[in-house]
């Protein structure tokens, strides 16, 4: 059975980095961008890195431009905008495709794991499905991810647990996060 670890991603200069070096870690995952509207997200994902790191937590930042144009700058504009504005200090790592055929292999197989389920209910969610729909129908059955901010957590031994919306509270995902800890 494939597990987290059997990939290997690029990090901001292009080099190999295998998730097999985050063994043992509970990790989040997420496709971020940084002129979304869930780009307030990176607050809360600090505030959770900076709590529960010593315990073995880890934060993967994968930067993805597919969704409205809205990563449009370089590896090292969207760091810096990261670090600056929201002061992250967890892992960031090259833009990527988390749809169609170009989808990283990290991406297509977290998605195949735990499938996108909805935005939830609300006229707010609704709005967001009808973008999404619309931005991610050229990808056809291949749109693996609905939009920006999509949280996958990964337990200990590698496996996908749960995917969060970006229409997710923050505080249920902490909640999951705290709890995976636990075990």
């Not at 892992?91 to 939830?120: C, Y």
């Not at 969060?164 to 709890?179: H, L, Q, S």
Request: hydrophobic share 40%; proline share 4%.
């Amino acid at each position: 059975m494939k597990t987290v670890y059997d990939f290997t991603v690029k990090d901001r200069q292009g080099q190999d980095v295998s998730l097999r070096d985050y063994a043992g870690k509970v990790l989040l995952i997420v496709n971020t961008a940084t002129g979304c509207g869930f780009t307030p997200h990176y607050d809360p994902l600090e505030a959770m890195y900076k709590e529960f790191r010593a315990q073995g937590f880890e934060i993967l930042d994968f930067p993805c431009n597919q969704f409205a144009n809205q990563a449009p700058g370089s590896e090292e504009e969207i760091h810096t905008f990261c670090t600056m504005k929201f002061g992250t200090e967890f892992p960031q790592f090259a833009k990527i495709d988390v749809n169609g055929d170009g989808a990283d292999p990290l991406f297509a197989w977290l998605a195949a794991e735990k499938p996108f389920t909805g935005f939830g209910k609300g006229l707010k969610n609704a709005a967001l499905k009808k973008f999404a729909d619309a931005n991610n129908k050229k990808y056809g059955d291949k749109a693996y991810v609905g939009w920006n901010f999509t949280k996958f957590l990964i337990d200990r031994e590698g496996k996908v647990v749960a995917r969060f919306e970006p229409t997710a509270d923050m505080a249920d995902v902490r909640a999951a996060v705290a709890e995976e800890l636990r075990k």
